[in-house]
């Protein structure tokens, strides 16, 4: 039998390995991107949040000591551009609660409001344990300061007289009022209420009479105003509104009365002095005046006389005789009196009374009297009727 011999073609199975590697695809650490950024409720603080772990502003990968670890802090000035730093107050403090929260303590003066762009320095904030060769992204985009969820309202306190009277200055402060959060408030809105009335006749005072004290009040912009309560009889009712930088807001209203017998005349003053030389040598027709330059202490006090009515009444107290055009008031502040009235080496005295008589409130009955408030249980008319309060006294100045 014959076999036929076997050929081996020595060609392998499997190809070899290669011994040179294959170039390796590089890394990318994306940069940390913020989620929020909003205050604290009491608006004292600031917090943002990233996405990722950060380097906490450290070196790049974090290889380096981080300019803040965690329970540490440093200056603002650190982490945030001069244009942002200088809106979060002097000594602004920035702590790393973790690698992904940053919070911001604001300092005194702080000015960054709600809804303000915000910027870190460049090349500073990474992604926390980034691969060795890895190419590295820092945060390099600005965000917005948001609302927070939840805010502080304001707490309003007033401190003012219920009362008016003499013609006094009106002071009205909220100064103590609390819920600025960290912050003066960043707005005191004054306002003169359309309910502002007379007191005892609930009646509504003509709009052309408040012009001048609604425009004041609705001028007014700092924690306290003051102002003139010029017409007799009215309850002025000014509201202010309080706005802390956060938005939240709260209002109160104070109520003052223009009292009708606290009016007085103040401060009477002639302008000749007390005593009055006459020279007889002069032309006969020679006259002297008597004139008080102001009724009145404060010219804002001087709308009264549109309101109510002076009566002026000079007297000769001493003097060796009558002097005719005293025998009787004038009309009006000014005397003029002829040096032939006058008797030769005498002196005389004469005394002004300036008298105000307030005016009767709107409804009232002439002279000066008020109507009478109806019955309670709402009935017109009937018996039993209480008489009619008698007009406030008249005020005198001497």
Known sequence: LSSTPSISLGIPTELPQSSTPSPSVPTICASPVVLDAAPSSGGCSASIIFDIETNRAGEPGNLGPPASISGDSTSCTRIFTSATASQLGQDAICVWQTRSILVVRFGLGASLPIGASMEFLQDLIFQHNCPAGSTQLAVAEPFILNSPNFSVQPTVSLSYPSVSDNCQEIFITSVNSRGSACRPFSSYEWTLLPTTSYELTQLPVPDVLLTEISTLILDNTSPSLTFFAPIPGVRYDISVKLTNWLGGTAMRIASVTA??????????TINTGDNVFIDFTRNSEFTTSLLPPSVFSSPEC????????????WELIDGPMPLPLLTGNTNGPALRLPSFFFKPFSTYTIMLNATFNPPPPPGGGGGGQMDPPPPPDGSAGGGGMNPPPPPPPPFESR
Not at 305 to 311: A, M, P, R, W, Y
Request: proline share 5%; glycine share 10%.
């Open 259 to 268: 009292s009708l017998t606290g009016y007085r005349v103040p401060h009477l």
């Open 302 to 313: 001087s709308i009264l006389l549109s309101f109510g009515q002076v009566v002026y009444n």
